[in-house]
């Protein structure tokens, strides 16, 4: 079992750069590939980012890439989605997940997800 818990979230203006935290507790936090999935208003659930358990190598989404860096600290049980270039297309709520296959981009391919986290760029 794993609980996760994101934080980071909040108001910025277009070209502006959040970093999203996603806290674990639970065991093997390393096992785990961690996802960052978006959701806005009215649209289903969109694959941003995963890191995978082992070397914590990343996949992105066309959409955000160069432009978002997810990585993990297994230290600490936790995962970081640094944002910068943000656009208002960004805006959403953001969640964290965890699932034991790597590279995975479906939200059913992940067993435990966050609350989400709110982001919303202003233009």
């Known amino acids: 079992q794993v609980q996760l818990v994101e934080s980071g979230g909040g108001l910025v203006q277009t070209g502006g750069s959040l970093r999203l935290s996603c806290a674990a507790s639970?065991?093997?936090?390393?096992?785990?590939?961690l996802g960052w999935f978006r959701q806005a208003p009215g649209k289903e659930r969109e694959f941003v980012s995963t890191?995978?358990?082992?070397?914590?190598?990343?996949v992105y989404s066309e959409s955000v890439k160069g432009r978002f860096f997810a990585y993990r600290e297994n230290a600490k049980n936790t995962v970081y989605l640094q944002m910068n270039n943000l656009k208002p297309e960004d805006t959403a709520v953001y969640y964290c997940?965890?699932?034991?296959?790597?590279?995975?981009?479906?939200?059913?391919?992940?067993?435990?997800w966050g609350q989400g986290t709110q982001v919303t760029v202003s233009s």
């Open positions: 639970g065991r093997a936090f390393s096992s785990y590939a």
């Open positions: 997940a965890a699932g034991l296959k790597n590279g995975r981009r479906l939200a059913s391919e992940y067993d435990y």
């Open positions: 890191v995978t358990w082992g070397s914590g190598s990343t």
